[in-house]
């Protein structure tokens, strides 16, 4: 297996290489669309080739590089089928596992951060995007989320895997990496130890979390799988980089 963790700094975003070694087809789990350039330089440098761009649910704090990667090295478009994307290529629904060369993803729907969440299982590792993050979750105050919904997300289907899965966020905030199953189940403040769902609902009512500032943008530029809205203010130009000539023709 190949393998790399990428960071984009802006959105603190974690974006997955996963390469096949006997087909040199490759899947980017969750690219941001500011470092395309450097995640297309990673893959050729693997000596691999984008197969597929496969996004964990529709972001709110950055714009995906599925449909910009497409329009380079015509990578396919892989989102949950529950959001309906007319821009995907794929579909994706849990049961129904993802085979790209060697290389196997078990989808896992898991709801609660938005309703179109997935996970993914991959060989002795889970990505968890948004569902599960070290120590956190990602909120459930917009996007159809919901904390009892999460809640069981997570103990039903996350916490079921087995205690040495390793678990890659999609986000973290304070430079950590990569966690296990059982160390969320024991040390995860919010959803870890004894939690009970009140207890959860609870905290997550009362994070007081500004309003996402690229929320408004984002969810529309990614519903079309990364388009770069033309009304993006300025301060926000950041969030779409050298992107945004490119994608508004
Ligand atoms: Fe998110």
Same mark, same amino acid.
């Given at each position: ?58 972001? &709110?704090?950055?714009?995906? !590089?599925?449909? !910009? ?60 995007? @948004? &569902? =599960?993050?070290? @120590? ?8 159809? #989320?919901? &904390? ?58 009362? =994070? ?9 943008? &984002?969810?529309? #530029? ?28």
């Amino acid at each position: 297996m190949i393998f790399r963790q990428l960071f984009e700094p802006l959105s603190s975003t974690y974006t997955y290489l996963i390469g096949c070694e006997e087909t040199g087809q490759a899947i980017l789990i969750d690219p941001v669309i500011v470092e395309v350039e450097r995640d297309l330089a990673e893959i050729q440098r693997l000596g691999l080739k984008l197969a597929y761009s496969i996004d964990t649910h529709i972001h &709110a704090d950055h714009i995906t !590089a599925a449909l !910009a990667l497409k329009k380079k090295v015509g990578s396919k478009i892989a989102v949950a089928a529950y959001d309906r994307l007319p821009c995907a290529d794929l579909g994706i629904e849990e049961g129904t596992p993802f085979h790209v060369g060697s290389l196997t993803l078990q989808p896992l729907h898991t709801p609660g951060h938005t309703d179109g969440h997935f996970s993914y299982v991959f060989d002795d590792r889970v990505f968890t995007g @948004d &569902a =599960l993050l070290i @120590d956190g979750c990602g909120r459930t105050d917009f996007q159809n #989320g919901d &904390a009892d919904t999460l809640y069981k997300s997570v103990w039903e289907k996350l916490f079921r895997l087995p205690d040495e899965c390793l678990v890659y966020p999609a986000h973290d905030y304070h430079d950590r990496r990569v966690s296990s199953i059982l160390q969320e189940k024991k040390c995860n403040p919010r959803l870890g130890q004894e939690r009970t769902p009140e207890q959860f609902k609870q905290i997550m009512d009362n =994070l007081h979390l500004p309003y996402p500032k690229l929320i408004d943008f &984002a969810v529309l #530029g990614n519903k079309q799988c990364g388009v770069c809205p033309c009304d993006l203010p300025d301060d926000l130009a950041q969030y779409c980089g050298h992107m945004v000539a490119g994608l508004q023709g």
